[in-house]
């Protein structure tokens, strides 16, 4: 997109926040008593939306304890204020710090399931938290507890519900800004990175585990705020209020809505609280009627209703067969004055077994800093293996090695990168829900997750490096001939650009070392050529280069050394020249696919450039 037309899409932006702020603050005048109290209650519902929107839609994470949440923020407040006799202010302090910590408990189990298995804890623990308020005395049992006071704020009479409805707009406002700059800056797109795809996020210095935490936290954040705002307000609680009926409305709101923006989520709260308002004779069919709606929704527009314009914007350009842009050329990195240090790579003895099969066995190899390694061998000898196991994805069974001198075995794939390690991987593993820049962005930023503490306390330090990052990616949009790309979804663009994008983005990082998995794969044969001068660069730049590759005539001209595997065993190593002539090389490899002639045209070929 334009500067020009960014600036106007900002502008159109702007213009309509500023007029729904408007609307929503003449919005009592128009309201008797009653009709405050729905919209009273629709933004305690929106509040809670945005929290799941967060976590399901931005993160990625099945949570299906949102209303237990909004319960424990709830029940925490009225017991405070009730049986403590604490004051309001300090029990709603306690009361999200004890949502906090549930969120932190409930987030426990999505460090290792993932998915619908996550749905499942998470609901379980949400009816376990509703069986316990049903039975226990301290939360008033099946009554639940009454008398809950409203905050008091510079003597404002918050029990009267349009006054009330000022001081939840003013939370829902503060709630609302932080969720957007959250989601567009940096610790948001980390979230949206390990939604799309955990194992590439990892891969570009995204601590999965940490942001899947952080994910439920932020959720049980909002669900705690709700629950305050909504126990002030009805001053009554119990535990149907927080029923799982309720949850899968809370549910049915965020995925018509489109739970993947924060807009979409409001839009679906705000909708389906006024709808259950005016089918609350009709409870039963209502309920049917989410259900349908959900469904056609799911199959139909699994973006929701904010996801609507994109989804025609896109099918319109599609129509016109309207090209996105032009692929520039590649601008190569600045070359390397003297001897390059780091990014060597020793790996000695290293075993990796599938159940009974032997996927490495005792594979010992040693890259020296600055040198361009080709790994090759038939399908199935193990080669992405190796890669997986030397970038963290994979435990060993046996085994030692270094990256750089230190240690790399039991390091997490994020803890690697951040030490230097880049990679791209065979099935190209873009962030298909971001785009190019985004992409690029992503791993770009290097920062570690204990500056996230600037989101609460400092914004702008946030600020400030989110432009650090723009121009930084901006550079390097540039660098790889990508600038016309740079808001395109990278499924809408060719294989080759795609594949390109990967290469710009493992390069985002500033790596030591790059392992290339298949980089070739897919590419027509202007395209390799390109690729042959672009890692070339990358490699006069100080990087050190793994590559595994099918494509010999790439590998031999490109390549310092070579290694052959063969089911999971190195059966020989050295150069192009001398590897192509082993007999063993041949039989198990090159056979037909590849003579030796044209492995050496490839290598004088080489020699001759
Ligand atoms: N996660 C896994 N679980 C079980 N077996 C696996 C797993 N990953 C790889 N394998 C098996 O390990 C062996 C080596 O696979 P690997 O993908 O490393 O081979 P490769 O040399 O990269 O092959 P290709 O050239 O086709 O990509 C294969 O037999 C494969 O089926």
């Known amino acids: 997109m334009s500067t020009l037309l960014r600036n106007r899409s900002t502008t159109a932006k702007v213009i309509a926040v500023a007029a729904i702020a408007v609307a929503a603050w003449f919005l009592?005048?128009?309201?008797?008593?009653?009709?405050?109290?729905?919209?009273?209650?629709?933004?305690?519902?929106?509040?809670?939306?945005?929290?799941?929107?967060?976590?399901?839609?931005?993160?990625?994470?099945?949570?299906?304890?949102?209303?237990?949440?909004?319960g424990i923020g709830s029940y925490a407040l009225a017991i405070f204020t009730t049986s403590s006799?604490?004051?309001?202010?300090?029990?709603?302090?306690?009361?999200?710090?004890?949502?906090?910590?549930?969120?932190?408990?409930?987030?426990?189990?999505?460090?290792?399931?993932?998915?619908?298995?996550?749905?499942?804890?998470?609901?379980?623990?949400?009816?376990?938290?509703?069986?316990?308020?049903?039975?226990?005395?301290?939360?008033?049992?099946?009554?639940?507890?009454?008398?809950?006071?409203?905050p008091p704020l510079f003597g404002i009479d918050l029990t009267n519900e349009y006054l009330?409805?000022?001081?939840?707009?003013?939370?829902?406002?503060?709630?609302?800004?932080?969720a957007g700059?959250?989601?567009?800056?940096?610790?948001?797109?980390?979230?949206?990175?390990?939604?799309?795809?955990?194992?590439?996020?990892?891969?570009?210095?995204?601590?999965?585990?940490?942001?899947?935490?952080?994910?439920?936290?932020?959720?049980?954040?909002?669900?705690?705020?709700?629950?305050?705002?909504?126990?002030?307000?009805?001053?009554?609680?119990?535990?149907?209020?927080?029923?799982?009926?309720?949850?899968?409305?809370?549910?049915?709101?965020?995925?018509?809505?489109?739970?993947?923006?924060?807009?979409?989520?409001?839009?679906?709260?705000?909708?389906?609280?006024?709808?259950?308002?005016?089918?609350v004779d009709f409870s039963v069919y209502a309920q049917l009627g989410y259900g349908t709606v959900v469904v056609l929704m799911v199959v139909f527009a699994p973006t929701g209703l904010a996801g609507l314009p994109q989804r025609i914007r896109a099918a319109v350009q599609r129509r016109r067969r309207r090209q996105a842009g032009v692929l520039r050329e590649f601008r190569p990195y600045e070359r390397a004055t003297g001897r390059v240090a780091s990014g060597s790579l020793e790996i000695s003895g290293i075993t990796k077994r599938f159940k009974g099969l032997r996927a490495l066995d005792d594979v010992t190899l040693s890259v020296a800093p600055g040198e361009i390694r080709g790994i090759v061998g038939p399908n199935g000898s193990g080669k992405t293996t190796l890669f997986n196991v030397i970038s963290g994805i994979y435990t060993t069974g046996g085994g030692t090695a270094s990256f750089s001198g230190r240690p790399l075995i039991g390091q997490r794939p994020h803890q690697l990168s951040r030490q230097g390690m880049s990679r791209t991987f065979q099935n190209l593993r873009l962030f298909g829900q971001m785009t190019v820049e985004e992409n690029l962005l992503v791993a770009l930023d290097r920062t570690p997750m204990r500056s996230a503490w600037q989101y609460v306390v400092w914004p702008i330090g946030i600020w400030?490096?989110?432009?650090?990052?723009?121009?930084?990616?901006?550079?390097?949009?540039?660098?790889?001939?990508?600038?016309?790309?740079?808001?395109?979804?990278?499924?809408?663009?060719?294989?080759?650009?795609?594949r390109r994008v990967e290469l710009a983005r493992?390069?985002?990082?500033?790596?030591?070392?790059?392992?290339?998995?298949?980089?070739?794969?897919?590419?027509?044969?202007?395209?390799?050529?390109?690729?042959?001068?672009?890692?070339?660069?990358?490699?006069?730049?100080?990087?050190?280069?793994?590559?595994?590759?099918?494509?010999?005539?790439?590998?031999?001209?490109?390549?310092?050394?070579?290694?052959?595997?063969?089911?999971?065993?190195?059966?020989?190593?050295g150069t192009p020249a001398e590897v192509a002539v082993q007999p063993e090389v041949i039989?198990?490899?090159?056979?037909?696919?590849?003579?030796?002639?044209?492995?050496?045209?490839a290598v004088e070929t080489e020699a001759l450039q």
């Open 587 to 601: 039989e198990a490899y090159l056979g037909d696919s590849f003579s030796t002639a044209e492995v050496v045209e």
């Open 85 to 150: 006799g604490l004051g309001v202010w300090v029990s709603a302090v306690l009361a999200m710090l004890a949502t906090a910590l549930a969120g932190l408990f409930v987030g426990i189990p999505a460090l290792r399931v993932q998915s619908h298995y996550l749905g499942i804890v998470t609901l379980g623990l949400a009816l376990a938290f509703t069986n316990w308020v049903t039975n226990a005395q301290i939360a008033g049992g099946a009554s639940g507890i009454n008398g809950i006071p409203a």
């Open 164 to 178: 009330y409805y000022y001081f939840e707009l003013i939370v829902f406002g503060l709630a609302i800004a932080f």
């Open 506 to 573: 493992a390069m985002a990082a500033e790596p030591s070392l790059l392992l290339l998995d298949e980089p070739a794969a897919g590419l027509n044969g202007q395209e390799v050529g390109q690729l042959r001068e672009i890692v070339r660069s990358i490699r006069d730049s100080g990087v050190t280069v793994v590559l595994i590759e099918h494509n010999m005539g790439l590998v031999m001209s490109l390549c310092d050394r070579v290694t052959v595997l063969a089911s999971g065993r190195v059966i020989a190593e």
């Open 464 to 498: 400030r490096h989110e432009r650090r990052l723009r121009r930084a990616a901006a550079e390097l949009l540039d660098r790889f001939g990508l600038t016309d790309f740079a808001d395109a979804a990278p499924r809408s663009l060719p294989y080759g650009i795609q």
């Open 181 to 279: 700059f959250l989601v567009r800056t940096a610790l948001g797109r980390r979230l949206r990175a390990i939604r799309d795809d955990s194992l590439a996020a990892g891969s570009v210095g995204a601590p999965v585990s940490l942001l899947r935490m952080t994910a439920f936290l932020t959720a049980s954040v909002y669900g705690g705020a709700a629950g305050v705002l909504y126990a002030g307000l009805i001053h009554y609680i119990a535990p149907e209020s927080f029923s799982v009926a309720n949850m899968f409305l809370l549910l049915a709101m965020v995925i018509i809505g489109g739970r993947q923006s924060i807009v979409g989520c409001v839009i679906g709260a705000i909708a389906l609280s006024l709808v259950r308002e005016a089918l």
């Open 28 to 70: 009592p005048y128009g309201l008797d008593g009653y009709g405050i109290h729905v919209v009273n209650i629709a933004v305690v519902f929106a509040l809670l939306a945005v929290g799941l929107g967060l976590a399901m839609g931005v993160a990625g994470q099945i949570n299906l304890a949102q209303v237990a949440f909004f």
